[in-house]
């Protein structure tokens, strides 16, 4: 059963740290992804399939929010006038989200397995 809890901490804990990196160098996407999986499986604690599963369902909740946010920046700077951005990804807006999505669900849920076995220690 999914502990939403932990899921919901990872995700906040993944936004926090996902802002912080942008205005901090070195501290990137790729870090908040881990870091919230992390806390996810940490706090779901169980077996490493336990932690990843809620640092998946954290991670791609996470992935889903900043596809959202991108696309958006997408529709609203092509809308602008600033450029044609769609035409320039070839159109292809959803599969870059779908890839984002994809990529901070696996290193979550890596996270997530380590973070679960990290709390059974």
């Avoid at 959803?94 to 997530?112: Q, W």
């Amino acid at each position: 059963m999914t502990n939403w809890y932990a899921v919901v901490v990872g995700f906040v804990v993944m936004t926090v740290v996902g802002v912080v990196g942008l205005a901090i160098p070195g501290l990137g996407q790729l870090t908040a992804g881990l870091v919230g999986g992390f806390v996810a499986g940490y706090m779901a604690a169980g077996s490493a399939g336990r932690g990843a599963w809620h640092g998946l369902v954290a991670g791609s909740l996470g992935g889903i929010a900043v596809a959202l946010i991108f696309g958006f920046a997408v529709a609203v700077l092509g809308t602008a006038g600033l450029g044609p951005f769609g035409p320039l990804l070839g159109g292809g807006v959803l599969v870059v989200g779908v890839a984002i999505t994809l990529v901070m669900g696996l290193e979550s849920a890596l996270a997530g397995a380590v973070g679960a076995w990290v709390a059974e220690e």
